[in-house]
């Protein structure tokens, strides 16, 4: 076992004894060391004889446990420090602040609403005329014309040609209905009068002979009476008296012949005083109907070709802008194409889906704003949805736009319906603070600001609508908000 010998360890100790004497620290961790270190410095300083070994780890076992006595204090007393310094930096005020209280004001009630613009009447122009080539164009997109102005003509050569058959046939019915109407020639017209003398005179005859054939019956009847009476005397014979009365019986025919011959010339008479009046008048009514007829269809085929004629003609159904053309030379047209697209009138409207809620407190009439972000324009409201969908719960309103507002077609837009005044939580302009497009204020709440999210509805000069986020009369920091951070101390000045 190795000893070290009594003045080697009175050395050592004095060396330590005189580092602790002469070193502030030293003594400092000396006062601070505990009550079984200090019973090793005793152990140490009697004068006993211990190995070399015992003594070494004794001396470095304190003076670990003297350095980590030291370091453990220094720490403890710098955590307390720094403990003591964040109490006293948190009651300290990062800035002096206003405050406002959030309350209810009257703000405008404005509905805010999105939608495309579009053509209010839009008009698809075609024509019926089917398998004919477009000859001409006369308009392009974006001319502004008049009712009636020829826009595109079609190829009508055939049924121009067809026109004029029609015509030809129209112009021959009409001259036929002048012959049946109107009455013969004079040298005709004297024929007829004569024959129908003719038949007069005839008629006489037959009623002469007539009167004669009766005389002579009535004179048989007497001779054949006369001559019974005798053959009854005896006067005459039997032969006479029968001969008397044949002669009696054979009157009685010719008379009845008398009678037919003379209802015949009766009805010749009548016959021919028909043609005089007719060659007087014109032909027969029968006639006449057949060639009015006639010349009433050719007229209706004249005037269907003229009107296929017409539907050649593309023609601008009102005034209007053209916005689409669909008509080219030398295309074949078919029935039902449309070969233009136009605004009736240039009229022009947004026509925008809108809640139930807010369709109910919209009325004809009410003024709007409509903007792109670039240009503006001031329409009103024309015609609100009668009904709401019954899955979104969305009407439609339909709003009137100028044309000469320069908004075309398929923009979108945003509109604006100002519908009075309304009562909403407001706050100053100047508390409100953004980040990218998320708002909102702070409130101090027991000195201390609070950073709370809000929603922003209508500003109105220096107020802004907060639609949530906080509630009435919370107190919003106005002036030096953006100078905070969330929980940051701060000082209320007046």
């Not at 008009?123 to 080539?133: I, P, R």
């Given at each position: 076992m190795m000893t070290l010998d009594p003045k080697s360890e009175q050395s050592i100790y004095s060396s330590a004894q005189q580092s602790s004497e002469t070193d502030p620290s030293s003594r400092r961790v000396s006062k601070q060391l505990p009550g079984q270190l200090k019973g090793v410095f005793t152990t140490i300083k009697s004068p006993l004889r211990r190995s070399s070994v015992a003594v070494a780890a004794a001396l470095t076992a304190i003076v670990v446990i003297g350095s980590a006595s030291v370091a453990g204090s220094v720490m403890i007393s710098k955590s307390a420090q720094n403990a003591a310094g964040a109490k006293t930096a948190k009651t300290v005020p990062v800035a002096t602040v206003t405050v406002l209280p959030a309350q209810m004001a009257p703000v405008p009630d404005v509905l805010e609403l999105t939608g495309s613009i579009s053509a209010t009447d839009?008009?698809?122009?075609?024509?019926?005329?089917?398998?004919?080539?477009?000859?001409?164009?006369?308009?392009?997109e974006g001319d502004y014309v008049k009712k009636g102005q020829i826009l595109a003509t079609l190829d009508s050569s055939v049924l121009r040609a067809q026109l004029a058959a029609a015509e030809?046939?129209?112009?021959?019915?009409?001259?036929?209905?002048?012959?049946?109407?109107?009455p013969n020639r004079p040298e005709d017209i004297g024929s007829f009068e004569a024959a129908y003398k003719q038949a007069l005179a005839d008629v006489q005859n037959r009623r002469a002979m007539l009167d004669q054939a009766k005389a002579s019956r009535i004179l048989a009847q007497n001779n054949a009476v006369r001559y019974a009476n005798l053959f009854k005397e005896g006067a005459v014979s039997e032969m006479e008296s029968q001969t008397k009365s044949t002669e009696a019986t054979t009157t009685g025919s010719t008379v009845r012949a008398a009678e037919d011959n003379l209802e015949a010339a009766q009805y010749m008479a009548q016959q021919a005083a028909n043609r005089l009046e007719m060659a007087r008048q014109g032909g027969r009514k029968e006639d006449v109907t057949i060639s009015r007829a006639t010349a009433n269809e050719s007229a209706a085929t004249v005037q269907q070709i003229r009107a296929q004629i017409e539907q050649t003609i593309v023609r601008a159904p009102d005034d209007g802008l053209i916005t689409k053309r669909f008509a080219h030379i030398g295309d074949v047209s078919s029935g039902g194409k449309t070969l233009f697209e136009m605004i009736r009138r240039g009229e022009i409207e947004l026509k925008a889906q809108v809640s139930q809620e807010d369709i109910s407190r919209l009325s004809n009439g009410q003024p709007a704003e409509i903007s792109d972000g670039i240009r503006t324009a001031k329409g009103k409201v024309f015609q609100i949805s009668p009904t709401v969908d019954t899955s979104t719960r969305l009407g439609t309103v339909r709003i009137s736009i100028p044309k000469e507002s320069q908004f075309k077609t398929g923009m979108f837009v945003k509109g604006k319906i100002a519908r009075g005044q309304r009562n909403a939580l407001v706050v100053p302009n100047s508390a409100v603070l953004a980040d990218n497009d998320v708002y909102y204020v702070f409130v101090n709440e027991n000195g201390i600001a609070k950073k709370k999210q809000v929603t922003i509805g209508a500003r109105v000069k220096e107020l802004a609508e907060v639609n949530s986020g906080i509630a009435p009369g919370e107190q919003v920091i106005v002036a030096g908000a953006g100078f905070l951070n969330d929980q940051d101390p701060i000082a209320v000045g007046q």
């Open positions: 839009p008009l698809s122009v075609g024509s019926s005329a089917g398998g004919l080539v477009i000859t001409q164009v006369n308009v392009e030809a046939r129209l112009q021959g019915a009409g001259a036929s209905v002048v012959k049946a109407t109107q």
